[in-house]
């Protein structure tokens, strides 16, 4: 029942289903409240904020006409509600200085590898300690600023296109791959660290 | 708002590490123009330290795209259903 896509679900919910309305919560509900995270002082705040986003898409529901896929339009909604709410954001809205992929250390003048990166892929792929490797991956979300927070959830934890991400956040193509470059890279660094070897 | 790297890129010049590896993002997303993807791949091909470098930028990803969503509870879940009915109520009245 859960394989309705969101859409179906949204139309359902046009007519008064409210396990429709359960079933796409439960599925963004997650995704959600980290996104708003970022934005507001406590969890507490965050809830409160999709909570807020949730009534307004059931007010707005009669005027969604499918433009945007429903949640590029429920994360838009989302994330203009935790701005407002928020204090953290008019801080961090800023690209940010540029901070190198790799330290600078790691290269020679010429830019060429001096401590080149060693092989943990497989390692990666087949740890049994998976569990511990996916905590420490999700704190380094966690630490990551807002705006790239923000992008690396869309896109890679949840699995937003590129053109979907920039909807919901308003910002252009470029900013969003120079943000999701700048998060990928610390994160390939974090786990780097994980494996001993940075 | 490309990033500015400490060696510029120049026209007809051999990539170096440490540009390649502020350009993976842009090659992961097809976003280099097609003169940078050839001296991107060009550079890959005789490096194996950025090669891996790559692979591990795609580890990573995959590992990033594992994070599972944590699941409402059930009290939450209870609540959303009660937002639900209050604002339904609300519609019914209007």
Request: glycine letters at 8%; a neutral charge; charged letters at 25%.
């Amino acid at each position: 029942m859960d394989q309705e896509t969101d859409a179906e679900l949204l139309g359902r919910l046009q007519a008064g289903d409210e396990r429709a309305f359960a079933i796409l919560v439960r599925r963004h509900h997650a995704v959600m409240l980290r996104l708003a995270a970022g934005y507001v002082p406590s969890m507490a705040v965050a809830e409160e904020v999709v909570q807020d986003t949730w009534l307004g898409v059931l007010r707005g529901i009669g005027g969604f006409e499918g433009r945007s896929s429903v949640r590029t339009w429920v994360f838009r909604i989302l994330v203009n509600r935790a701005r407002t709410a928020g204090t953290r954001e008019r801080r961090s809205v800023a690209i940010g200085d540029w901070v190198p992929a790799v330290d600078q250390s790691r290269f020679d003048a010429t830019g060429h590898w001096t401590a080149p990166p060693e092989r943990w892929v497989e390692e990666a792929e087949n740890r049994v300690n998976a569990a511990k490797l996916t905590n420490r991956l999700r704190s380094a979300v966690g630490e990551l600023p807002v705006r790239q927070r923000e992008v690396v959830l869309l896109r890679d934890v949840e699995g937003l296109s590129s053109e979907e991400v920039c909807g919901v956040l308003e910002i252009s193509e470029g900013n969003q791959r120079v943000l999701l470059h700048r998060a990928r890279s610390r994160l390939r660094q974090v786990l780097e660290t994980e494996f001993g070897r940075a | 708002m490309l990033p500015r790297l400490r060696l510029p890129l120049r026209r007809n010049r051999d990539i170096v590490c440490q540009q390649a590896v502020e350009l993976v993002t842009d090659y992961l997303e097809g976003a280099l123009s097609r003169a940078d993807l050839r001296r991107f791949e060009a550079h890959l091909a005789g490096c194996p330290h950025c090669t891996e470098y790559l692979a591990q930028m795609r580890a990573t990803i995959a590992l990033t795209g594992d994070l599972t969503a944590d699941d409402l509870t059930p009290q939450m879940q209870d609540e959303f259903i009660a937002l639900y009915r209050q604002w339904s109520a609300g519609q019914d009245g209007t």
